[in-house]
T-cell receptor
Framework: DVKVTQSSRYLVKRTGEKVFLECVQD?????MFWYRQDPGLGLRLIYF???????EKGDIPEGYSVSREKKERFSLILESASTNQTSMYLC????????FGEGSRLTVL | QKEVEQNSGPLSVPEGAIASLNCTYS??????FFWYRQYSGKSPELIMF????GDKEDGRFTAQLNKASQYVSLLIRDSQPSDSATYLC?????????????FGTGTRLKVLA
């Protein structure tokens, strides 16, 4: 079974803090993705990566950056968290089918 | 704008009935289609994928794809209360040389005991 592991299930941060969300997959997938999910807006793609050290902007990259130093690990960084970044963050990896981690619920106060 | 559309529901069906969930997509060149189930507070779980026109069956689930009409559907036979969840349709679409998975906003299904 594909395993996508996100480091934190629940986080509470203050406005202006730097936030790291880590994601690791164990299936040697080349493709990894970060989404956020908000009620009524569905899943929106933030960034994705098709290879180590490679990144592509998704639909809502503003306020976020990513890092892919190793094939199995894809990190999402919020340089200066804001309240409108309160959301559920979902990491996923794929070869053909997309598999999600358990999600990280971030609250920014 | 490349899109995936779903009726948000809720779709209510009695236990034991067939639930029919529909999805339309805008990109005629799309080749890969997926259905995910998401329980409240949980992450999406892949339940079906389909790449060719026609039907694909897996247990109580059947995915149907019609590329000419640009729709994909999911049938759930013998619906159970445990099937109550939000069902997300996803399409792998080509954007400027890369592929992205585009999701609909989901249909909430309620199976009434």
């Amino acid at each position: 079974d594909v395993k996508v592991t996100q480091s934190s299930r629940y986080l509470v941060k203050r406005t202006g803090e730097k936030v790291f969300l880590e994601c690791v997959q164990d299936m040697d997938h080349e493709n990894m993705f970060w989404y956020r999910q908000d009620p009524g807006l569905g899943l929106r793609l933030i960034y994705f990566s098709y290879d180590v050290k490679m990144k592509e902007k998704g639909d809502i990259p503003e306020g976020y950056s990513v890092s892919r130093e190793k094939k199995e690990r894809f990190s999402l960084i919020l340089e200066s968290a804001s309240t409108n970044q309160t959301s559920m963050y979902l990491c996923a990896s794929s070869y053909k089918e997309l598999f999600f981690g358990e999600g990280s619920r971030l609250t920014v106060l | 704008q490349k899109e995936v559309e779903q009726n948000s529901g809720p779709l209510s069906v009695p236990e034991g009935a067939i639930a029919s969930l529909n999805c339309t997509y805008s990109d005629r060149g799309s080749q890969s289609f997926f259905w995910y189930r998401q329980y409240s507070g949980k992450s999406p779980e892949l339940i079906m994928f389909i790449y060719s026109n026609g039907d694909k069956e897996d247990g109580r689930f059947t995915a149907q794809l019609n590329k000419a009409s640009q729709y994909v559907s999911l049938l759930i036979r013998d619906s159970q209360p445990s099937d109550s969840a939000t069902y997300l349709c996803a399409v792998n679409m080509r954007f400027s040389g890369t592929y992205k998975y585009i999701f609909g906003t989901g249909t909430r299904l309620k199976v009434l005991a």
